[in-house]
């Protein structure tokens, strides 16, 4: 069965440094969010993507993120400076179609900020 | 802005016994998916519950759905230990476009004891 792939699965930093998230969405989809989870808490919405453009985005998504789909099977999360709050599970997801279908959750990458 | 709040947020139960966790949400959406998420890993997708009155059935989980009350269910009858796990319910924001991004509840840990 196809599924999101997401690469490294944990990541840690230096508070300032750049880090990027790769997710391979499943390669029939054509919506891709990214959310985070901190420890213990609920999963938030980042950012769409459709058409190669930020669709939606979320206070979180300020302007140390960014996303690209740099190819026709990536899609990164960028954070140009790191913060120690921005530590977390990040979460890449897909979708077939415009929500009548569930979004379907990559294994997430933890980061880790020192 | 949506919010989606779930009850109980904690729950611990004898396998047997039936429970149902609840999800209010305060925007109208005929939009919501149950997920699952077994500590330390990704979400995965339950039920999609797409129009009032939707109702949902897998093995020991049942779903639905009132739209006119902003409220769905998750019913859990004679629950079994593998069934222990965080519950989160989240509705789809419904913006122009479809690429929307969906608002979590807090999620529901539930653990099922012999």
């Known amino acids: 069965e196809p599924e999101v792939t997401q690469t490294p699965s944990h990541q840690v930093t230096q508070m300032g440094q750049e880090v990027i998230l790769r997710c391979v969405p499943i390669?029939?989809?054509?919506?891709f969010y990214w959310y985070r989870q901190i420890l213990g808490q609920k999963v938030e919405f980042l950012v769409s993507?459709?058409?190669?453009?930020?669709?939606?985005k979320s206070e979180i998504f300020d302007d140390q993120f960014s996303v690209e789909r740099p190819d026709g099977s990536n899609f990164t999360l960028k954070i140009r400076s790191t913060k120690l709050e921005d530590s977390a599970m990040y979460f890449c997801?897909?979708?077939?179609?415009?929500?009548?279908?569930?979004?379907?959750f990559g294994p997430g990458t933890r980061l880790t900020v020192l | 802005e949506l919010k989606v709040e779930q009850n109980p947020l904690f729950l611990s139960m004898q396998e047997g016994k039936n429970y149902t966790i609840y999800c209010n949400y305060s925007?109208?959406?005929?939009?919501l998916y149950w997920y699952r998420q077994d500590p330390g890993k990704s979400l995965e997708s339950l039920f999609v519950?797409?129009?009032?009155?939707a109702v949902k059935q897998e093995g020991r989980l049942m779903a639905s759905l009132d739209t006119k009350a902003r409220l769905s269910t998750l019913h859990i009858t004679a629950a079994v230990h593998d069934l222990s796990a965080t519950y989160f319910c989240?509705?789809?924001?419904?913006?122009?476009?479809?690429?929307?991004?969906?608002?979590f509840g807090k999620g529901t840990h539930l653990i099922i004891q012999p």
């Open positions: 997801a897909s979708r077939q179609l415009a929500s009548a279908d569930t979004q379907y």
């Open positions: 390669s029939n989809h054509l919506y």
């Open positions: 993507f459709y058409n190669n453009e930020i669709s939606e």
């Open positions: 925007t109208t959406s005929d939009r």
């Open positions: 519950l797409l129009s009032n009155g």
């Open positions: 989240a509705v789809d924001m419904m913006l122009v476009g479809g690429a929307d991004g969906l608002t």
